[in-house]
């Protein structure tokens, strides 16, 4: 499907599930929607309704000018309206890497509207920066719920997550560090801890976004 960014560039996107209650997925730099299938495939069938979509000059998306590509947080805010669009009453944002940053910035100053709140963030392996959005200044400003993951070997992005939960005043945050080298999306993907950090942020949704959805918990191994 196709869906309009605030500034009006078109993005690509796929939509599973239905459903009050929305979860935008961003993904990281040089990789496109494809990359959160596996989680968005969880997520409907836990009953949430799931948009993943491409960035702006990524995928299917394609670039917009150059003076307004930087500001990826313009797609984002696309991406809750058009679950807004669909029926969906509240979201939870999960972003990996630029992903994470542009998530945040949207969560921070909300210009997708008031109609559809953010009811929570995950944010996978965030930068500090990522072109003009500043990730620190964001989190300065949430009281939303966030949920910072990376890895102990993600370079800069370890160090990143741990300024910004030192940063957030939000009292629903948490900070999980794995062994490893993961990065975004891989953190959920491959290594031992892959299924342990899935289940965590299928609980972080349930436990935020105040979702009608019945879910089966299983019995962690």
């Not at 069938?45 to 491409?54: C, I, P």
């Not at 342990?196 to 019995?219: E, Y």
Request: glycine letters at 12%; a positive charge; proline letters at 5%.
């Amino acid at each position: 499907m196709w869906f309009d960014a605030l500034d009006g560039t078109r993005l690509s996107g796929v939509v599973l599930g239905q459903g009050t209650t929305g979860v935008l997925l961003a993904h990281q730099r040089w990789f496109n929607l494809c990359a959160f299938m596996p989680l968005a495939r969880e997520l409907s069938q836990a009953g949430y309704q799931v948009l993943s979509f491409d960035f702006r000059g990524f995928g299917g998306s394609p670039p917009s000018d150059q003076r307004v590509a930087r500001w990826l947080d313009q797609d984002v805010a696309g991406g809750i309206r058009e679950l807004h669009r669909r029926g969906a009453e509240r979201v939870v944002l999960i972003g990996a890497s630029m992903g994470a940053t542009s998530s945040l910035a949207e969560a921070a100053h909300p210009r997708h509207g008031p109609e559809i709140p953010v009811a929570g963030v995950v944010s996978l392996s965030s930068p500090v920066r990522f072109y003009e959005m500043d990730a620190v200044a964001a989190v300065k400003r949430l009281r939303t719920p966030l949920l910072f993951v990376t890895s102990e070997g993600d370079g800069k992005y370890t160090n990143a997550a741990r300024l910004l939960y030192q940063a957030a005043p939000a009292a629903g945050k948490r900070l999980v560090v794995v062994p490893g080298n993961g990065h975004g999306t891989g953190l959920l993907v491959y290594g031992p801890y892959a299924a342990r950090l899935r289940s965590l942020v299928m609980d972080f949704v349930a436990q935020h976004a105040g979702a009608s959805a019945q879910r089966t918990i299983r019995p962690s191994r």
